[in-house]
Each structure stands twice: as structure tokens, then as C-alpha cells.
């Protein structure tokens, strides 16, 4: 069974970092793409960030680029989301999902960061 | 990149069909068939329910279709269920080589 664990998020004052991780565990990580999105409280999904396999290609949305980094390391098995110069408008539940191809399967049950003073 | 456009919500009784679209523009709906849906009960994980405009995930019920026209995409949920109650996302994948979520639509059964 495919399962997606997300971690790391808490509460950050404003201009703080944080980095995400989300474990994979029952495909061939190394073999897909992964992609990062986020909701905030009240709103709708939102794309955050993709990776592909190997890690050599990175992609972001306008609203967190220059200010998150994506990547991935295949021999644990695990995706990163660093996130710098946070923003009370990054307050959201992440969510990494399987993919970056057309479509996200599965999807993580998603970790809160929540940016406030 | 802005949003693509939903419905916010839509509603009908158990049995019947209703349908929830999903309006782009030529940088992704119209360009792309790399348009999925998305099924979001609150407090779980989103689910996958279409691919590529019109297929549909190995387990997903065949209750639920989608096609798409010029810059919209629609998803169609026929023999409306209780257990269907909940909100629904389209995506696109966009000429930036990124990709956008729609609006999102809470669907009520009534």
C-alpha cells in the first residue's frame, strides 16, 4: 500500500523557516515525480512545488518561489519542502502527493504550518 | 497563475445527476488533457476520482465522469450518494509547466 507521511510542521513567526519532509513508503520512490500543495484555512487547494525522479528539475508557483525549495532524497525515501521568509499567507495544511505528471495519487493527510507572532 | 473556475457549490438529491465545471483558458484547460478531479471530505486526504480529462483511477466508482470542452472541463456524478457529500477540486497543468487548482465545489446532497 502506497503511504505518504508528512512532517514538520508547527508555528513560525513571521520571516522564520521550516522544512517539511514527507516519508514515502510502498512504490519506488525513485521512479516518480512528487509534488507539494497546500490549503489554508477556509480556502482552496493551491499547487505549491513539484520534483521530478531524479531530483534534476524543480517547479514552483509564483506565490512561494525564491522563498521554497523542493527536493528529495531517494535513498530514504523522502521529499523535502524547505520554506524560508514565511509569510502569514503560507498558513496552510501541506500536503504531499504521488506525481507531477497530470495527476497526484495518492495524497498525504497533510501537516499544519501556521506563521503568526 | 490565477485559479480555474468552479461553481461554489452545488447540490441535488440522492439518485440524480449533477454536473460541476471547471472553466480555464487557453494557457491550460484549453491546451492541456492533463486535467484531473479531486474528491476532499474535510479532514482527510484528497482523493483522486479522474485523470486525464475523462479516466478513472482503478477503484473509483464508475458514478463519476469527466470530459472536457475548449477551456472547460467538466465533472459529471450520476446516482447521487450520500457518501458523494463533499468538495471537489478540478486541476490543470498550464503552459508554465506548473499547474493550478480550481475554485473547488461543495457538492450537498440534499
Known amino acids: 500500500e502506497v503511504q505518504l507521511l508528512e512532517s514538520g510542521g508547527s508555528l513560525v513567526q513571521p520571516g522564520g523557516s521550516l522544512r517539511l519532509s514527507c516519508e514515502a513508503s510502498?512504490?519506488?520512490?525513485?521512479?516518480?515525480?512528487m509534488t507539494w500543495v497546500r490549503q489554508a484555512p477556509g480556502k482552496g487547494l493551491e499547487w505549491v512545488s513539484g520534483?521530478?525522479?531524479?531530483?534534476?528539475?524543480?517547479y514552483f508557483a509564483d506565490s512561494v518561489k525564491g522563498r521554497f525549495t523542493i527536493s528529495r532524497d531517494n535513498s530514504k525515501n523522502t521529499l523535502y519542502l524547505q520554506m524560508n521568509s514565511l509569510r502569514a499567507e503560507d498558513t496552510a495544511v501541506y500536503y504531499c502527493?504521488?506525481?507531477?505528471?497530470?495527476?497526484?495519487?495518492?495524497w498525504g493527510q497533510g501537516t499544519l504550518v501556521t506563521v503568526s507572532s | 497563475q490565477s485559479a480555474l473556475t468552479q461553481p461554489a457549490s452545488v447540490s441535488g438529491s440522492p439518485g440524480q445527476s449533477i454536473t460541476i465545471s471547471c472553466t480555464g483558458t487557453?494557457?491550460?484547460?484549453?491546451?492541456?488533457?492533463?486535467v484531473s478531479w479531486y474528491q476532499h471530505h474535510p479532514g482527510k486526504a484528497p482523493k483522486l476520482i479522474i485523470y486525464?480529462?475523462?479516466n478513472r483511477p482503478s477503484g473509483v466508482s464508475n458514478r463519476f465522469s469527466g470530459s472536457k470542452s475548449g477551456n472547460t472541463a467538466s465533472l459529471t456524478i450520476s446516482g447521487l450518494r450520500a457518501e458523494d457529500e463533499a468538495d471537489y477540486y478540478c486541476?490543470?497543468?498550464?503552459?508554465?509547466?506548473?499547474?493550478?487548482f480550481g475554485t473547488g465545489t461543495k457538492v450537498t446532497v440534499l
Open positions: 502527493a504521488k506525481g507531477n505528471g497530470g495527476w497526484f495519487d495518492p
Open positions: 510502498g512504490f519506488t520512490f525513485s521512479r516518480y515525480a
Open positions: 520534483i521530478t525522479d531524479s531530483g534534476g528539475s524543480t
Open positions: 487557453s494557457s491550460d484547460v484549453g491546451s492541456y488533457n492533463s
Open positions: 486525464d480529462v475523462s
Open positions: 486541476s490543470s497543468y498550464t503552459s508554465s509547466s506548473t499547474y493550478v
